[in-house]
């Protein structure tokens, strides 16, 4: 053990980690490097064994919060650099070496196994990393009581959802709506920024709404969107306008769960500091919706907001 808290064995992780490592962490079964290694890199095989251990360790810990998160087998490998041969030109490079965690086995490909084709569905994989991020921000924040209230919620929501591979979206509806009724403005969104800290790193993009969007469009979150980008006469600040077709997550009649797709942008806007929110909000019905995005200090609504039915 090397911590009691999410936030200890991520930070022994980080502790852990070499920019120029050339060892990482992945799992054996899918290939994917999961939360909380995702983007680190090691300098020696045994770090990177300590921080894949660290990793099952974390995910269990998450599990408490989320039963249905995804198993992963984390193993080592080893990025070699390309060999050269004598003529100066560069050899053709060695295939990663990837090494077990409890033992010395070598996995040259990752076995195959039977298993639900959803389980690492990189749309479910999202849901259940964005979940893990907030329960982490949370518990991080001492903010026990929306806590509490998120997993009564979910819990009482799951024994209705027959269909498993639904329930990491209705956590996420879940959490939104807690989320909402249980912390101020300015809480939810200091809970929402350190989440968005917390998910596997990504470029910053030029446009993070846009490239948010086409993202989850990616994942099938949303079925389709449009957007458009205008700047404030005489300000610096930005508006998009934003259109969605089939949200996946579901909502009431005027009630827009938009936890995931606020955690998104952030962690995709290269100053995720500065302010950012959801205004003019249009329920359009079946899981459509029509909003305002802005960048100043007046605008809320990243976790959930409401809108009028069309």
Known sequence: MVG?????????????????????????????RPVPVAGQRFA???DAADAAQATEQYRAALRRYDPQLPFYDPVVCQERPAATDTDGRAAEAPQDTTQGVANDETHTTPPSVDRDPWDDSPLISFCHDVSGAVFESLSARDHEAAERAIMETYLAAAEATTDRNTLCLVLLETMASELEAHLETAERMQVLRAAATNLSPVEPAADPVAASLAFLDSLSLIREYGVTRNSTSGTDDDIWTVSLR??????????????????????????????????????????????????????SGLVCTWGESR
């Open 4 to 32: 009691t808290t999410l936030r200890d064995i991520r930070t022994h992780i980080e502790r852990l980690a070499s920019d120029d490592g050339e060892y990482y962490v992945v799992c054996a079964r899918s290939g994917e």
């Open 44 to 46: 020696t095989r045994a």
């Open 246 to 299: 089939g949200y996946a997550i579901e909502c009431g009649e005027s009630r827009f769960p938009t936890l995931p797709i606020g955690i998104d942008i952030l962690r995709r806007s290269g100053t995720p500091s500065e302010p950012l929110g959801v205004t003019d909000v249009t329920a359009l019905g079946e899981g459509d919706w029509q909003f305002v995005l802005r960048s100043d200090a007046t605008a």
